[in-house]
Each structure stands twice: as structure tokens, then as C-alpha cells.
T-cell receptor, first 114, second 113 residues
Framework: DAKTTQPTSMDCAEGRAANLPCNHS???????VYWYRQIHSQGPQYIIHGLKNNETNEMASLIITEDRKSSTLILPHATLRDTAVYYC???????????????FGTGTLLAVQP | NAGVTQTPKFQVLKTGQSMTLQCAQD?????MSWYRQDPGMGLRLIHYSVGAGITDQGEVPNGYNVSRSTTEDFPLRLLSAAPSQTSVYFC????????????FGEGSRLTVL
């Protein structure tokens, strides 16, 4: 699976959009981009995933560049409860012989400020 | 639904002792896995299972055993605890073996003295 690079930490004002970047320049055609977050001392929580199209759900939006070498997770109206470590993960599809063996890096610590 | 349940939440062991961390899920998930998380590091995969009777090693399997006799349960055994195994352990499961959407337990904090 391709390696990802994320900033170590970011700040965001409460009520504003939080834009979390992720670089995955070695991503291949059958690899998906997944985002998870981990609120302090809790288990990680799935947020969203995508292949090449932009995706949106009730939690966030995922914007993947056309060349798929980077992506951005957008939390449209950040709240204090969104303070967490956010993990960007690249994972091959079943047709690549992969399973759910997700490899978590160190992620981005997002601090939402009041 | 209880989701993914881990027990115990906290445990202190002495070097050389053995113990089992329990993980149970009530969602009929095929895939189950164990991760450990050390301070300042991401989660590292220890062992995983794609169904009852099938287990395999992850990134850091040494010192740990697993078995999957039922769909619901996936216990992690420490055979002879070492201080290097002091960590927070997370169990995760998913409906399919390739969905990428894992459901995590709340974690088990283990200290080995």
C-alpha cells in the first residue's frame, strides 16, 4: 500500500471549516483513500473513503485531486468535539489481494480552538 | 448492539506472566484484528482474522497468539509478558474482509512491570 504524508498538527477555529491535507504521491490505480479519526483515549472511528471521485457524508467531505496524488478531508463546521488525530490511509482493493489490514501512520492532530 | 467489546479495560502484569485480552463483537463481522498503540506512534497491526478458524500475522506478531473459534470472539494471548508489551491494545472488526470500514473497541491499557 502507498505511503501517506500528513502534517503533524493543525489548528482550526470553532465554526470554521477544517481542511486536512494528505499526500499520497505513490498511490496506484486500485488504491482507495480512507480517513479515520481518534479522539483522545478512544478507538479510531471511520470517517469516509474514496477512490477518485469526491465523496461526502454526514461527517465530512473528501476531495481527491485529479491525479490522485493528494487529498483533503473537509470538516465543514468544526466543533470542539472534532479535536482529534486524523489518519489518512491508502489501501488496495480486493482485486489487489488486500484485506482490511489498514496501516495507520501518526496522523494529524487537529486542535479546534474556541 | 454493543459493537466491539474489549475486556479488561486496564491490566497490570508482572514480567513473565501470561494473560488474555478479550474481544467480542455482536455484529456478525467476518474480519477481526488486534492493534497496539504506543505513545507518539500510530496503530500497529498484531494479528488479524478473516473468519472463524483463520488467523494471520500482522506487522508485530511476536509475543502474541490469537485464535478464532467463533465469529464473535477474537482473544489475544500474551504468553510471557515483557515491559515492551506495555501499550494500549485495540480490537477492530468489519463486516467484510475488504470493506476498509473498521469498527474499533474502546481499548485495553496494559502495563507490564
Amino acid at each position: 500500500d502507498a505511503k501517506t504524508t500528513q502534517p503533524t498538527s493543525m489548528d482550526c477555529a470553532e465554526g470554521r471549516a477544517a481542511n486536512l491535507p494528505c499526500n499520497h504521491s505513490t498511490i496506484s490505480g486500485n488504491e482507495y483513500v480512507y480517513w479515520y479519526r481518534q479522539i483522545h483515549s478512544q478507538g479510531p472511528q471511520y470517517i469516509i473513503h474514496g477512490l477518485k471521485n469526491n465523496e461526502t457524508n454526514e461527517m465530512a467531505s473528501l476531495i481527491i485531486t485529479e491525479d490522485r496524488k493528494s487529498s483533503t478531508l473537509i470538516l465543514p463546521h468544526a466543533t470542539l468535539r472534532d479535536t482529534a488525530v486524523y489518519y489518512c490511509i491508502v489501501r488496495a482493493s480486493l482485486y489487489g489481494g488486500a484485506t482490511n489490514k489498514l496501516i495507520f501512520g501518526t496522523g494529524t492532530l487537529l486542535a479546534v480552538q474556541p | 448492539n454493543a459493537g466491539v467489546t474489549q475486556t479488561p479495560k486496564f491490566q497490570v502484569l508482572k514480567t513473565g506472566q501470561s494473560m488474555t485480552l478479550q474481544c467480542a463483537q455482536d455484529m456478525n463481522h467476518e474480519y477481526m484484528s488486534w492493534y497496539r498503540q504506543d505513545p507518539g506512534m500510530g496503530l500497529r497491526l498484531i494479528h488479524y482474522s478473516v473468519g472463524a478458524g483463520i488467523t494471520d500475522q500482522g506487522e508485530v506478531p511476536n509475543g502474541y497468539n490469537v485464535s478464532r473459534s467463533t465469529t464473535e470472539d477474537f482473544p489475544l494471548r500474551l504468553l510471557s509478558a515483557a515491559p515492551s508489551q506495555t501499550s494500549v491494545y485495540f480490537c477492530a472488526s468489519s463486516y467484510g474482509v475488504d470493506t476498509g470500514e473498521l469498527f474499533f473497541g474502546e481499548g485495553s491499557r496494559l502495563t507490564v512491570l
